[in-house]
């Protein structure tokens, strides 16, 4: 009698563990490769851009950047890099004044402040990509870091 209910239970376990088959149809296929295709953008949203002769790196590491660089933003070229230094050093002022008030502006968007010298020459992607990084910061999160609302 033992060595039956054992039996049963065995059997019942084995029974319980069997996986079900999934169908798939155009629309769960059409699914997954949309959620593929984002989670290809978001894996390419770190922006690295480093220049060993000048020993410095900026690291942007914010999802939608690199899409919105793509699609959105001015092609490069557009801005004499005269025009990206004078924006990049307004920004990076007022920025680096905000990190040093946490209590004032959120700490969660102002982590740590850059290090971005009026004197020294970064070249034009580096103020290229710094720039369009302020402007989509500041449409995205709702903010003026220069007193006036960015345009595209």
């Known amino acids: 009698m033992k060595t039956s209910i054992y039996t049963l239970i065995v059997f019942g376990f ?31 949203d770190t922006v690295s851009i480093v220049n060993e002769d000048l020993e410095y790196e900026i690291i942007i590491i914010e999802p939608g950047f690199n899409f919105w660089l793509s699609s959105r933003a001015k092609p490069e070229g557009y801005y004499s890099q005269g025009y990206l230094e004078n924006k990049n050093i307004i ?14 502006y959120d700490p969660n968007l102002y982590e740590m402040q850059i290090d971005y010298r009026p004197g020294i020459d970064y070249g034009y992607e580096v103020n290229y990509k710094l720039y369009n990084y302020f402007i989509y910061f500041q449409l995205k999160y709702k903010q003026q870091l220069a007193g006036f609302v960015p345009r595209i």
């Open 14 to 44: 084995l029974v319980g563990c069997n996986t079900t088959k999934i169908v798939h149809t155009n629309k769960d296929l059409q699914a997954y490769n949309d959620t593929t295709e984002i989670n290809k953008t978001v894996a390419n």
């Open 91 to 104: 920004y990076v002022s007022e920025w680096n004044n905000r990190v040093l008030q946490p209590f004032r």
